[in-house]
C-alpha cells in the first residue's frame, strides 16, 4: 500500500514539472518534452527487461535504437527509381549472397565438426569465397547507386508504406540484431556481452554513416511522412481556423499543440501496450523463472533451467522494444540523422533511467526515463536562468560573467551527476524499487 501511494506520488510529481513547463515556456514545449520523455521511458523500459528481469549487462542500447531509425526510413522513404535501375538488382544478389554465406557456414560447422581442425579451413574458405562474391556484386552496384542525384537522393530509398509499419520492423531489426550478439555472447561471461554489445552498436553506426547508398549517411533522410496531419494542412482550413478562435488562441499554436497531442496519443498507446505485457511476463512463472536466474544462476540450472536460452529470450525481447522506440523517435523527428546516435543519450542516460527509476520494476523505468529526460532538457534553459540571476549584478563585459554564461550548456551533466548520487545516497534501489514476490 505504501509502495502504491509513492508511485502514484512520485508520478503526480512528474506531471506537475511537465505543467509547470507549459505553464512557463509554453505547451508546445511542454507536449514536445512529453512525447520525447514516452519515447525514453520506452527505451528505458527495454533495458529494465534485459538488467532488471535477467541481468544482462547490455550497453547496445544506442545501435539498436539506431536499427529501429533505419526501419523507418526503409518502410516509409520513397523509393529512387533511378537507383533501383542503376544498381538495385546488384545490391539484392550481394545481400543473398551473404545470406547464403552465412546458413551454409553455419551448416559446414555443424555437421563437419568429426573433421576436428579441417572444418575450420573449410569454414574459412566459405565466408572468403561469399565475401568476395558479396563485394564484387555491391561493389559496382553501390558506386552506382550513389552516383544518382547524390544532392538529393544518392540511395535507394524506402518501399514508401506508412510509417507507423516501421515501429514493428524496428522491434524485429533490433531482435534479430540481438539473436545474432546473444548467439555468440551469451554463453560467456557477463563483461563479455557488454563488450559485444557495444562494438555491435558501433559497428551499426559506423555502417549507417558510410554506407550511403542506405541511409544517406551523413547526409541524412529528411521528409520522412508522418502518421499525424501536418500544420501547414490545419492552418490552411478555415473550420480549423474557426475552432482555434473559438478556443481562443491562434492557428499555428493550436495546430502545433494539437500534433503534439496525436504523437503522445500515438506514443503513449505503444508504451501502456508493452509495460502492460511486460507487467504480465513479470508475474507470470516465467517472470519468476529469470528472476531466479538472476539471483543465481547455478542454482537455477541445476533445477534444469536453461539458462543460456532464458538469457537469448529477455535480450531479444527488451532490444526489440528499444528498436521500437528508436523507429517512434525517427517518426517524430521526421528525419533520420546517424550521427545524433551518440553513446551518451543512447547509452549512459538509458542506464541512468533505469537506475534511478528501480532496476527490475517497469514502473520505475517508465518514470526514470520521465526524470531523466525531464532534467536532461530543462537543465540548460534553468541553469542559465540562474547564471543569468547571479550575474545580473556584474558589467556587461564582465569576463567571469560571459564564462559563467558559456558553461550554462554543462549543467546538464552536472544535474545528471547530482540526480544519479542523490538516489544512490537516499534511495539505492531506486525511486520505485523492486517489489520482491
Not at 514536445?32 to 528505458?44: K, N, Q
Not at 535501375?85 to 565438426?113: H, K, M, N, Y
Not at 559497428?203 to 542506405?214: A, T, Y
Not at 530543462?378 to 540562474?386: D, I, K, R, S
Amino acid at each position: 500500500m505504501i509502495q502504491s501511494q509513492r508511485t502514484i506520488m512520485l508520478f503526480v510529481g512528474m506531471a506537475t514539472l511537465l505543467a509547470l513547463v507549459g505553464f512557463g515556456q509554453g505547451w508546445d514545449v511542454a507536449l514536445l518534452l512529453v512525447d520525447v520523455c514516452i519515447i525514453a521511458a520506452s527505451m528505458a523500459l527495454g533495458v529494465n527487461i534485459q538488467w532488471g528481469y535477467a541481468g544482462l549487462f547490455s550497453i547496445g542500447s544506442m545501435g539498436f535504437a539506431a536499427l529501429g531509425g533505419l526501419a523507418g526510413v526503409i518502410i516509409s522513404a520513397k523509393p529512387v527509381p533511378g537507383a533501383w535501375q542503376a544498381g538495385g538488382l546488384g545490391v539484392i544478389g550481394g545481400l543473398l549472397s551473404a545470406l547464403i554465406t552465412i546458413v551454409l557456414g553455419i551448416f559446414v560447422w555443424r555437421r563437419l565438426a568429426h573433421l576436428g581442425r579441417w572444418r575450420y579451413w573449410i569454414t574459412g574458405v566459405i565466408v572468403l569465397a561469399g565475401f568476395i562474391i558479396m563485394r564484387s556484386l555491391m561493389g559496382p552496384a553501390i558506386t552506382a547507386i550513389e552516383k544518382i542525384d547524390p544532392a538529393a537522393a544518392g540511395y535507394l530509398g524506402g518501399m514508401g508504406l506508412p510509417i507507423l509499419l516501421s515501429w514493428a520492423v524496428g522491434g524485429i531489426f533490433a531482435a534479430a540484431a540481438a539473436w545474432v550478439v546473444g548467439k555468440v555472447s551469451l554463453g560467456l561471461r557477463a563483461d563479455y556481452l557488454a563488450i559485444a554489445t557495444l562494438g555491435i552498436s558501433e559497428i551499426i553506426i559506423f555502417i549507417l554513416k558510410f554506407e550511403n547508398w542506405l541511409t544517406r549517411g551523413v547526409k541524412n533522410v529528411t521528409g520522412l511522412p508522418r502518421p499525424v496531419p501536418y500544420e501547414v494542412d490545419m492552418i490552411a482550413s478555415p473550420a480549423f481556423q474557426g475552432f482555434a478562435t473559438a478556443i481562443g488562441t491562434n492557428a499555428i499554436a493550436a495546430a502545433s499543440i494539437i500534433v503534439k497531442l496525436c504523437y503522445a496519443g500515438l506514443f503513449s498507446a505503444v508504451l501502456v501496450l508493452v509495460l502492460y505485457l511486460s507487467e504480465v511476463a513479470l508475474r507470470s512463472p516465467w517472470g519468476r523463472m529469470m528472476r531466479a536466474i538472476r539471483d543465481n544462476e547455478t542454482a537455477a540450472a541445476a533445477m534444469g533451467k536453461n539458462v543460456t536460452a532464458r538469457h537469448l529470450q529477455v535480450f531479444i525481447l527488451g532490444s526489440a522494444v528499444v528498436g521500437i522506440a528508436g523507429a517512434m523517435l525517427t517518426t517524430l523527428d521526421g528525419q533520420f540523422t546517424p550521427t545524433s546516435y551518440q553513446p551518451l543519450r543512447f547509452t549512459f542516460l538509458i542506464w541512468v533511467m533505469v537506475i534511478i527509476g528501480g532496476s527490475g520494476n517497469n514502473l520505475g523505468a517508465v518514470l526514470g526515463g520521465f526524470v531523466i529526460w525531464f532534467f536532461w532538457i530543462e537543465a540548460e534553459p534553468v541553469g542559465l536562468w540562474l547564471i543569468e540571476l547571479i550575474t545580473s549584478g556584474m558589467a556587461q563585459n564582465s569576463p567571469l560573467r560571459a564564462h559563467l554564461l558559456d558553461s550554462a550548456a554543462y549543467m546538464r551533466l552536472l544535474t545528471m551527476g547530482l540526480l544519479l548520487l542523490l538516489v544512490l545516497r537516499f534511495a539505492p534501489r531506486g525511486l520505485i524499487p523492486e517489489v520482491k514476490r
